[in-house]
């Protein structure tokens, strides 16, 4: 158990609006992901955190945003949300900078109406 | 242009016998691969690792394979249980390429039958 839990588990929010999805860690590891998983895709990098205040943009970064200000949260956050970002988002860890191993939390089911 | 391809969508098995999920790579580059099991409303969970320098790692009923020449490799459970039905990820990275991020393919479904 790499301690990540996602907030909220579960939300329908309507196109247009804002949305802004929390991961929290409680182990201090440096790295943080967003994914999000869509049949027919698999899993696909959002944006990802190599540190506090350090961001940058995964293959599907388009209409996402994300923010570390501590260590232990990494928010991803959809300015406009659109009916495509239904999906179901997952945040993970990487647990050194010298590992390849990731491990995920429970994930985020989004619905945009 | 999908870099890790899973090509089987869906594998059927019976209790007991061996599973055998493959894995194609297009990416010269990747030096790590990595398999997932993800069961339905949880995140994926981390089963097995094999580094390039390798052609073979195994972990108890897990086993991967991997032929570079080939760009290929492949996760053998042995035997497969009805608790190994679930889906299956492939995933590759590039040693210091982008802080280790990973590559998936689509995936494949697992069934075990009793």
Same mark, same amino acid.
């Given at each position: 158990?790499?301690?990540?839990?996602?907030?909220?588990?579960?939300?329908?929010?309507?196109?247009?609006?804002?949305?802004?999805?929390?991961?929290?860690?409680?182990?201090?590891?440096?790295?943080?992901?967003?994914?999000?998983?869509?049949?027919?895709?698999?899993?696909?990098?959002?944006?990802?955190?190599?540190?506090?205040?350090?961001?940058?943009?995964?293959?599907?970064?388009?209409?996402?945003?994300?923010?570390?200000?501590?260590?232990?949260?990494?928010?991803?956050?959809?300015?406009?949300?659109?009916?495509?970002?239904?999906?179901?988002?997952?945040?993970?860890?990487?647990?050194?900078?010298?590992?390849?191993?990731?491990?995920?939390?429970?994930?985020?089911?989004?619905?945009?109406? | 242009?999908?870099?890790?391809?899973?090509?089987? #969508?869906?594998?059927?098995?019976?209790?007991?016998? +061996?599973?055998?999920? $493959?894995? %194609?790579?297009?990416?010269?580059? @990747?030096?790590?691969?990595?398999?997932?099991?993800?069961?339905?409303?949880?995140? #994926?969970?981390?089963?097995?690792?094999?580094?390039? +320098?390798?052609?073979? $790692?195994? %972990?108890?009923?897990?086993?991967? @394979?991997?032929?570079?020449?080939?760009?290929?490799?492949?996760?053998?459970?042995? #035997?497969?249980?009805?608790?190994?039905?679930?889906?299956?990820?492939?995933?590759?990275?590039?040693?210091?390429?982008?802080?280790?991020?990973?590559?998936?393919?689509?995936?494949?479904?697992?069934?075990?039958? #009793?």
């Amino acid at each position: 158990d790499a301690g990540i839990t996602q907030s909220p588990r579960h939300k329908v929010t309507e196109t247009g609006t804002p949305v802004t999805l929390r991961c929290h860690q409680t182990e201090n590891h440096r790295y943080m992901y967003w994914y999000r998983q869509d049949p027919g895709h698999g899993l696909r990098l959002i944006h990802y955190s190599y540190g506090v205040k350090d961001t940058d943009k995964g293959e599907v970064s388009d209409g996402y945003s994300v923010s570390r200000s501590k260590t232990e949260d990494f928010l991803l956050t959809l300015e406009s949300a659109t009916s495509s970002q239904t999906s179901v988002y997952f945040c993970a860890i990487s647990v050194s900078s010298g590992s390849y191993e990731q491990y995920f939390g429970p994930g985020t089911r989004l619905t945009v109406t | 242009d999908q870099q890790v391809k899973q090509n089987s #969508p869906s594998l059927s098995v019976q209790e007991g016998r +061996i599973s055998i999920l $493959n894995c %194609d790579y297009t990416n010269s580059m @990747f030096d790590y691969f990595l398999w997932y099991k993800k069961y339905p409303a949880e995140g #994926p969970t981390f089963l097995i690792s094999i580094s390039s +320098i390798k052609d073979k $790692n195994e %972990d108890g009923r897990f086993t991967v @394979f991997l032929n570079k020449s080939a760009k290929h490799l492949s996760l053998h459970i042995v #035997p497969s249980q009805p608790g190994d039905s679930a889906v299956y990820f492939c995933a590759a990275s590039v040693h210091g390429g982008s802080q280790g991020n990973l590559i998936f393919g689509k995936g494949t479904k697992l069934s075990v039958k #009793p």
